[in-house]
T-cell receptor
């Protein structure tokens, strides 16, 4: 089955610790995204990547880092610099339309999320 | 990025048709309109996408007037399981796909 897999489902972080959330997709999508969701709120973009070995900051990148060494994988590290990391983290992927006249018709496929809590 | 405005919340009853309208006055020529559904503790799920007129699939219909400044997601004969948050997305900002707060739909028995 094609899809996008996030792990772990639940993660606990101690103060001062870095933790890494995994995101893997087998949809052959070029673009991948990380969003953060706080209770009762919408999704906020952390980082996104449209091609291997390249990524851009979203609206709330401070305290987070990513890598895109393989097309299938886009891990997110929550560093100790992120002082309020408790949230629901969602990874997504899509075909990236690109082109000179870029249409905005991406359809995002999401993983099941990782709930990160601070001990 | 076209700014979208949709109701914060809506209530309806089982068996009713629900219409959620999204306003996007500054939609661009290259923008599509995309709707997602999110259940608690799950990732959003793509529901429907359209550019103009009407699109229908097995889940919903999307109505887009000629000026494209708004769109209406229509859910026929809702059930309790349709209780969710529905997001309307139009365009990107500097290649970023931005979600708003969505509409919390609560279906009552």
């Amino acid at each position: 089955d094609g899809g996008i897999t996030q792990s772990p489902k639940y993660l606990f972080r101690k103060e001062g610790q870095n933790v890494t959330l995994s995101c893997e997709q087998n949809l052959n999508h070029d673009a991948m995204y990380w969003y953060r969701q706080d209770p009762g709120q919408g999704l906020r973009l952390i980082y996104y990547s449209q091609i291997v070995n390249d990524f851009q900051k979203g609206d709330i990148a401070e305290g987070y880092s990513v890598s895109r060494e393989k097309k299938e994988s886009f891990p997110l590290t929550v560093t100790s610099a992120q002082k309020n990391p408790t949230a629901f983290y969602l990874c997504a992927s899509s075909i990236y339309p690109g082109g000179a006249f870029r249409v905005t018709n991406e359809k995002l496929f999401f993983g099941s999320g990782t709930q990160l809590s601070v001990l | 990025l076209a700014k979208t405005t949709q109701p914060i919340s809506m209530d309806s009853y089982e068996g009713q048709e629900v219409n959620i309208t999204c306003s996007h006055n500054n939609i661009a020529t290259n923008d599509y309109i995309t709707w997602y559904q999110q259940f608690p503790s799950q990732g959003p799920r793509f529901i429907i996408q359209g550019y103009k007129t009407k699109v229908t699939n097995e889940v919903a219909s999307l109505f887009i007037p000629a000026d494209r400044k708004s769109s209406t997601l229509s859910l026929p004969r809702v059930s309790l399981s349709d209780t969710a948050v529905y997001y309307c997305l139009v365009g990107v900002r500097d290649d970023k796909i931005i979600f708003g707060k969505g509409t919390r739909l609560h279906i009552l028995p």
